[in-house]
């Protein structure tokens, strides 16, 4: 079977647009939807724990529909079925909103998990010298369980980056768009969409290089 030609200029004029979309679509999307994701999953996270039955079971159903819901399906009601009861939101508003609702239902449980791994005697010695609940959660027990929730945290992270890739379907300029853009007018599908995923697979190990330096940088919070 002979191997087609591979359009050398093509990869090189197509690389700058799809780096630019990465960098001005994929990346801020990704940061922004994680940020607020993660603030989500905190306050779903203590929900959890706060002892209040009430609010633990709103968090709990919450967390369940979207672990137990498509990412694609969330982002379709939020775009295409909020329009039909009057609620119409932008595209990159939507994208956001949707990955932003699925980081907090998975990060949660995350969060939850290594607030409950810190040592019991941890909140003991915060009250031993006179600490508030509030005080020990955020001086003593939030940076020991950020240490245990880095990496598990960061594979999520970088699954948003991927992720994002399913906004191109509400029309969201972000790398994979750009890409089906210039696949349909150069027809050279398999040569974009290869160099598409080789970008997102840099990203991937940039990400992960700062992971390893971020879990380093926490040993020090962890009580031995």
């Known amino acids: 079977m002979e191997m087609p030609d591979i ?3 093509l990869a090189i004029d197509s690389f700058w647009p799809l780096l630019r979309g990465g960098l001005t679509g994929t990346i801020p999307l990704t940061l922004a939807s994680f940020t607020l994701g993660l603030a989500l999953a905190l306050v779903l996270a203590l929900m959890r724990i706060g002892g209040s039955r ?6 709990r159903a919450y967390i369940s529909v979207i672990r137990g819901t498509p990412l694609l399906v969330q982002l379709f009601v939020i775009f295409y079925g909020l329009p039909s009861v009057g609620l119409t939101i932008d595209p990159w508003p939507s994208a956001a909103i949707a990955f932003s609702m699925n980081v907090g239902g998975y990060a949660a449980e995350v969060i939850r998990a290594a607030i409950l791994s810190v040592p019991k ?6 009250y031993t010298i006179g600490m508030s609940r509030n005080q020990a959660l955020r001086r003593l027990i939030l940076p020991q369980a950020a240490r245990v929730s880095v990496p598990p945290l960061s594979n999520t992270f970088i699954s948003l ?3 994002t890739s399913l906004a191109s379907l ?3 300029t972000e790398m994979f768009r750009v890409a089906q853009e210039i696949a349909a007018f150069s027809q050279e599908f398999m040569l974009i969409y290869v160099e598409a995923a080789m970008i997102y697979w840099v990203f991937c190990l940039v990400l992960s290089t700062v992971q390893d330096r971020l879990e380093r940088r926490l040993d020090r919070y962890v009580a031995h």
Do not use: F, P, R, Y
Not at 121 to 126: F, K, L, R, S, V
């Open 7 to 9: 359009d050398w200029q």
């Open 54 to 59: 009430v609010l633990s079971g709103i968090a």
């Open 121 to 126: 005697g941890q909140w003991e010695a915060g």
């Open 161 to 163: 980056v991927k992720d």
């Open 170 to 172: 509400i029309l969201v």
